[in-house]
């Protein structure tokens, strides 16, 4: 990451190929979450999933609600979950909907709902269980 942080800070270059243009710091920073999802880093890929979905603005909404379903799972996987920020995160995910229709999406809501589960009896994980199941259609 440091890697890529650091030819992305050295700016474009005539030898790059034309698809790097699709990323932004936006897609920068939620990849970077990614990868610290992966590292097992759930608070830090919180951070940057925010930072990522702060940077897209009010442009490419797949994009935010991707990242907005991802800071949902990061603060649920934590050692310590903040289920009020899983929620919270979840119920903006959700919103997209009707808007962004797309299938990556609707697993992504899904799993939130799996991770979320066992912790149902969290009211405000129980809220956004049953916006869930109003709302997303079944697998």
């Known amino acids: 990451m440091v890697h890529a ?10 030898a790059d190929p034309d698809w790097l243009a699709f990323y932004v710091p936006a897609e920068l920073a939620g990849l970077e979450s990614l990868c610290r999802a992966d590292l097992g880093q759930h608070a830090r890929a919180a951070g940057g999933a925010e930072q990522a979905v702060m940077l897209f603005a009010d442009g490419h909404p797949r994009n935010r609600a991707l990242y907005t379903a991802d800071i949902a799972l990061h603060h649920a996987r934590t050692s310590a979950p903040d289920l009020d920020a899983a929620a919270d995160a979840a119920h903006r995910a959700l919103a997209y909907l009707p808007d962004v229709r797309s299938e990556r999406l609707l697993r992504a809501l899904r799993d939130i709902a799996g991770t979320l589960q066992p912790h149902h009896r969290t009211a405000s994980v129980a809220d956004y269980l049953d916006a869930h199941r109003a709302t997303v259609p079944a697998a």
Do not use: S
């Open 5 to 14: 942080h650091n030819l992305y800070a050295k700016g474009p270059r005539d």
